[in-house]
């Protein structure tokens, strides 16, 4: 049985899909796909994002290509007061090299992800964020990325997932000018801004901006499209899987790629090096949440050696470009 889920209906799952396919569709394209005419899409549009179903539609930007080295830090708290949690979000916030920041449920009360020049750079920029606070922090741990893979939104609206591989561990930053900057802070933030609305604000012409996106899709700085979904509003949460392994084979290795990668309410893999080898991201129900683990411990219980669990609380930073 095919999952309902509240206020979204199957034009608005359409636009959703065609959004996440191509952020920067013509609204004529999408009306195509949807079966509707493309006023009634603008509105769509307009209403979802007026209501918080949609809080974000954006270009995804392939971090590893302008910085290149990832990490996520966890944080647990004590004798943290609501002003001291507050004061702590707004530093990490501010950091341009930060690109999520999150509050959590669990073992973990607080994660954040950045990306760096280097490991030196790292620790420059997360000592200036703790100062003065390492008295409230109980606990921390450090994982860098070296493999990222992000996937759609299957669980909207059927097939198969599409994967794609934002970042793959390999130092190989590019190098891009101011307007590109402009460029892609704008696409992170907006992708629906027109190459004539684009030319306007950085006082460039329109072929100037179609040519850029285009370069920047070329080098594969521009990856894909998303849609940044306020998951209370349809029944779901975000949840973090963290996952230490044992005895892990290529063969066992592949297997596990092959459940997780292929699971509908999967959106993220992160592998790492630190405290937790893997760490997966989940848009699902409680009851979602619950079958995945299930049949993950029962399909590899021989290389899983540990799990821990996180509910997103709440995203309080989230951009596809940390650049300085």
Known sequence: MKEVFPNLDKI???????????????????????SVNEHVVAYRIERLVNSG????????????????????????????????EKAIVKRAVDCSF???????????????????????????????????FEDFIQEKEIVSYY???NFNRAYLYGGNPIEMQEYGGEFRQKQIDELDKKILNQLSANSRLSFIEMAQKFNASPDTIRNRIKQLEKQK????????LNLEKIGYSTY????????????????????????????????SIGAYDLSLELE???KKLDE???????????IIKNIEILTLRESLKYTYIAID
Request: aromatic letters at 12%.
């Open 221 to 228: 700085i521009i990856l894909g499209h998303g849609v940044l």
């Open 147 to 149: 493999e990222v893979f």
């Open 240 to 271: 973090l899987v963290l996952l230490n392994f044992k005895n892990l084979s290529k063969a066992r290795e592949k297997a596990l790629r092959s459940f997780t990668m292929q699971h509908p309410n999967v959106i993220w893999w992160l592998s």
């Open 12 to 34: 608005d799952l359409k636009i959703i899909k065609a959004l996440e396919q191509n952020s920067r569709m013509p609204s004529k394209a999408i009306a195509k796909l949807a």
């Open 284 to 286: 699902a129900s409680e």
């Open 98 to 132: 930060v690109n999520w920041v999150a509050l959590c449920r669990g073992h973990w009360d607080m994660v954040i992800s950045l990306f760096v020049n280097n490991p030196k750079h790292f620790m420059q920029l997360f000592s200036e964020m703790i100062a003065g």
């Open 292 to 302: 995945f683990i299930v049949d993950l411990r029962e399909k590899f219980w021989d």
């Open 53 to 84: 179903i949609i809080n974000k539609i954006y270009c995804i930007i392939s971090r590893g290509a302008l910085l290149p080295v990832g990490y996520r830090v966890f944080l647990r708290f004590q004798n943290l007061s609501t002003e001291k």
